[in-house]
């Protein structure tokens, strides 16, 4: 069967918005719109400020972003995908969600973009500042269409550590967060190889292994339990917190 890219719809109502109404009148639209999680989440925060993570200027920038865990994916298919400049690459979007699909890069790309310049924590002692791209995690999840059933997004990563695949997850707080990214570019510059390319997690607020590289899917879930060693991430199922706030 073949699977409906439900966001080339959403977007052939944003370029037709675009004429008709103008972008900005489009964009408030869907602002408004915005249901259930999305809605949720600012009744919840009583419409008041969400804690942000800072943010720092280009003048702040580590000069190198080194690369930490997986460095790459020894996968043929992750080698073929490389060769290719990452063109056909596609992160999956499934469980909770009223629409199933899969984004291409050019989806991706084709979305309302944040960019932001954060510091990243590793809890092996180490932080760097760099500057990520990307559409916000919840365009994606307003356009899949969260279940109310759901109570966390899980994050699938293609390479596999000593016989276990990466993975992550997070709370809808944290999966409607502003500061939460789908980083397609650090730096300007498409995202390289060591620091997850083509697509990896930003999740700003939390330490460094939170933020999972080499994505190949996202998943709504009520429970984690069923999923890894139910701990809620490759790192949490070797004892790690769930939560690894700043
Ligand atoms: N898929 C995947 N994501 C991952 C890891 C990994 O090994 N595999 N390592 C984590 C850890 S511990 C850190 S500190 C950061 C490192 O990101 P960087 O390689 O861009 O420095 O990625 C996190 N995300
Ligand atoms: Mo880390």
Redo the contacts with the bound molecule.
């Keep these: 069967m073949k699977r409906r890219n439900f966001l080339v719809a959403g977007l052939g109502a944003f370029f037709a918005g675009c004429n008709e109404i103008g972008k900005s009148d489009w964009f408030g639209k869907v602002v408004d719109g915005a249901q259930g999680w999305h809605r949720g989440l600012h009744r919840a925060l009583g419409g008041g400020r969400i804690p942000m993570a800072p943010e720092y200027t280009r003048a702040d920038l580590s000069p190198y ?7 790459t994916v020894d996968t043929d298919v992750y080698r073929a995908a490389e060769a290719e400049g990452f063109a056909n690459w596609r992160l999956a979007v499934g469980g909770l969600v009223d629409n199933l699909g899969e984004l291409s890069m050019d989806d991706i790309r084709a979305l309302p973009q944040r960019t932001q310049i954060t510091r ?1 924590d ?3 002692g180490w932080s ?1 500042i760099g500057e990520w791209t990307g559409p916000q995690l919840s365009q994606i999840l307003d356009a899949a269409g969260v279940q109310p059933e759901a109570n966390f997004i899980v994050f699938r ?1 293609a ?1 596999n ?1 000593n016989g276990a695949d ?1 993975y992550e997850s997070c709370d809808m707080d944290d999966a409607f967060h502003p500061q939460t990214i789908i980083a397609h570019e650090l730096n300007g510059e498409p995202l390289p190889v ?3 390319a083509p697509l ?1 997690l930003r999740i700003e607020r939390q330490l ?2 939170k ?4 994505l190949t899917g996202i998943e709504a879930v009520a429970s984690l339990d069923d999923i890894g060693g139910g701990s809620g991430g490759y ?1 949490e199922d070797r004892g790690y917190q769930w939560y690894a706030g700043i």
């Design positions: 972003f080194r690369g930490n865990g997986s460095l990243h590793c809890v092996e760097a990563c390479d550590l990466y060591r620091n997850g990896r460094g292994y933020h999972a590289k080499y790192w």
